[in-house]
């Protein structure tokens, strides 16, 4: 093979290799950040993927000054509640999300910014008129917020006499009010005026602000040199008159003005909470709110207890569309998530159907009907566990005994009252034990709806402080104390009152 034969061979490999090569030695070049997917103005999931907003103009620009180009950045949902957990596990490289300010937050992440000051406000439909701002709430109004939100905490702390609907986003809250079920949602005037210009003919904001919220850049705590980037992005941004422009297009519409931009906030983060000072300042709402989850555990197991009784009589009856009933209602709910059953109450049947299962003149008719929609919903859930445990136990029973009934006369209602279900009952007091142990920790899904067991506070605690591992702890132990005594009762009587074949 002659020399020019072999340099041609070689120039046609390295023609092959090099693509291969720069697609192996490349990196993929991304960026992540967080924001909301449903607030109007600020950021917005269009149905196209795309985002919208101010927010996502100011996270954007940033992200440009850092090096990456739009299409290198990664959106990811940052609810409320979850956003320092979002930056604590690296799943979001900062967060623009109407991040809020606080020294709560500051012993858990570190902030750039601020970028925005606004100020809580109030949404109401367009032809109320006995709301006129904060004070007028106090009579029983129903307020919508968003939970582990700081209007939600403010709302609670300042004004107790309003009635505190929360939900997980403030769309939701937007949609209640829009269906009557709440008088008038509290966030940030931004957020507010967002919704409102959406909907200029169903909402408008009254009253002026009566709080004042910085909105900053969450980042993850001690990373000072992304802290000093993102702040040199937004000196950059508003020197050259991108952030009034941001702000324009996106909340002009709504009719606020732009303010002048914020100073930067260059004091360090706040040290560490006292984990001593929490005991001492939820303890009350503590008791309370387990108290609330002993009631539901109670109310549901009882509600649980007949239903699922009646669907395993349904089952085991000999008559064809009974059978038929009771078989569908156990298979179609038990493989239905509780969230989706508890959610459905709370939407479909009060929010739609307008069935409250409460007074609507009640001082405290929101927080009856969230309840009692919970029961509603985990009796439901859980009967279709308690029927096919009870419907196990039948099963033990030898057959010889309901044959023996039936030819004493007695009927299928009587056998089942008389011989069938007494035994069963003894023979699964212990796997009835394990429904009533799940039902008690299924119990945390009323929080979705706004119910204050020990869920929701544990939600709310986790927000306003920095001791995670001991709001946890205290959590943990409480439903240990709840559920273990419950299974050892239960083991104890199962032992005790077994039936002896």
């Known amino acids: 093979m002659s020399a020019r034969t072999v340099r041609l061979l070689v120039i046609a490999m390295l023609?092959?290799?090099?693509?291969?090569?720069?697609?192996?030695?490349?990196?993929?070049?991304?960026?992540?950040?967080?924001?909301?997917?449903?607030?109007?103005?600020?950021?917005?999931?269009?149905?196209?993927?795309?985002?919208?907003?101010?927010?996502?103009?100011?996270?954007?620009?940033?992200?440009?000054?850092?090096?990456?180009?739009?299409?290198?950045?990664?959106?990811?949902?940052?609810?409320?509640?979850?956003?320092?957990?979002?930056?604590?596990?690296?799943?979001?490289?900062?967060?623009?999300?109407?991040?809020?300010?606080t020294d709560a937050r500051k012993q858990?992440?570190?902030?750039?910014?601020?970028?925005?000051?606004?100020?809580?406000?109030?949404?109401?439909?367009?032809?109320?008129?006995?709301?006129?701002?904060?004070?007028?709430?106090?009579?029983?109004?129903?307020?919508?917020?968003?939970?582990?939100?700081?209007?939600?905490?403010?709302?609670?702390?300042?004004?107790?006499?309003?009635?505190?609907?929360?939900?997980?986003t403030y769309s939701a809250c937007i949609e209640a009010l829009r269906n009557g079920a709440i008088d008038a949602v509290s966030t940030d005037e931004v957020i507010l005026a967002g919704f409102a210009a959406q909907f200029p003919a169903a909402f408008k904001i009254i009253g002026k602000p009566f709080s004042t919220e910085r909105y900053g850049i969450g980042l993850r705590k001690g990373d000072s040199e992304l802290r000093q980037k993102i702040n040199d992005a937004l000196v950059k941004m508003q020197r050259d008159g991108d952030w009034k422009a941001a702000f324009d297009k996106n909340l002009g519409p709504a009719g606020i003005t732009a303010p002048p931009p914020p100073p930067l906030d260059t004091g360090t983060s706040a040290g560490p909470a006292q984990g001593?000072?929490?005991?001492?300042?939820?303890?009350?709402?503590?008791?309370?709110?387990?108290?609330?989850?002993?009631?539901?555990?109670?109310?549901?197991?009882?509600?649980?207890?007949i239903l699922g009784t009646i669907l395993a009589a349904m089952r085991l009856s000999p008559v064809p569309m009974l059978n038929w009933l009771g078989t569908a209602y156990v298979n179609v709910v038990r493989n239905t998530p509780l969230t989706l059953i508890i959610l459905f109450c709370s939407f479909g049947l009060a929010q739609t159907l307008g069935i409250t299962l409460a007074d609507p003149k009640s001082p405290t008719s929101i927080a009856d009907?969230?309840?009692?929609?919970?029961?509603?919903?985990?009796?439901?859930?859980?009967?279709?566990?308690?029927?096919?445990?009870?419907?196990?136990?039948?099963?033990?029973?030898?057959?010889?005994?309901?044959?023996?009934?039936?030819?004493?006369?007695?009927?299928?209602?009587?056998?089942?009252?008389?011989?069938?279900?007494?035994?069963?009952?003894?023979a699964v007091i212990v796997p009835l034990g394990s429904v009533l142990i799940a039902l008690t920790k299924n119990t945390t899904i009323a929080s979705a709806i706004g119910v204050a067991e020990a869920a929701l506070l544990m939600k709310e605690m986790i927000e306003n402080t920095a001791a995670l591992l001991a709001v946890g702890s205290i959590f943990a132990v409480g439903f240990l104390v709840l559920t273990l005594p419950l299974g050892l009762l239960f083991g104890w009587l199962g032992k005790r009152w077994a039936v002896a074949r």
């Not at 949404?123 to 701002?133: C, F, H, Q």
């Not at 300042?281 to 309370?288: A, M």
Request: hydrophobic share 40%; aromatic share 10%.
């Open 15 to 101: 023609a092959l290799a090099l693509p291969f090569a720069a697609a192996c030695g490349g990196s993929e070049k991304k960026v992540t950040i967080g924001t909301k997917f449903d607030q109007p103005g600020l950021a917005v999931k269009k149905p196209d993927g795309t985002m919208a907003g101010f927010d996502v103009d100011v996270a954007t620009y940033v992200a440009g000054q850092l090096g990456f180009k739009p299409d290198e950045i990664e959106w990811k949902e940052a609810p409320s509640g979850q956003r320092e957990t979002l930056i604590q596990n690296g799943q979001v490289d900062y967060i623009v999300a109407t991040y809020s300010i």
């Open 108 to 168: 858990k992440v570190d902030f750039a910014g601020p970028y925005l000051i606004t100020g809580q406000s109030l949404l109401v439909r367009a032809d109320n008129t006995d709301i006129t701002g904060a004070e007028s709430l106090q009579n029983g109004k129903r307020l919508c917020s968003v939970s582990g939100s700081t209007p939600a905490q403010r709302i609670k702390d300042k004004y107790p006499g309003v009635q505190l609907q929360q939900y997980d």
């Open 276 to 305: 001593q000072q929490i005991w001492s300042k939820y303890s009350g709402q503590i008791f309370r709110a387990f108290w609330t989850t002993i009631q539901l555990t109670v109310f549901a197991a009882i509600g649980a207890l």
């Open 369 to 426: 009907s969230n309840f009692r929609l919970a029961v509603l919903g985990l009796t439901v859930y859980t009967a279709s566990f308690v029927c096919e445990t009870i419907r196990s136990g039948v099963n033990t029973i030898p057959l010889g005994q309901a044959e023996a009934a039936r030819s004493l006369g007695l009927t299928f209602g009587q056998n089942m009252r008389m011989v069938l279900l007494p035994q069963a009952f003894r």
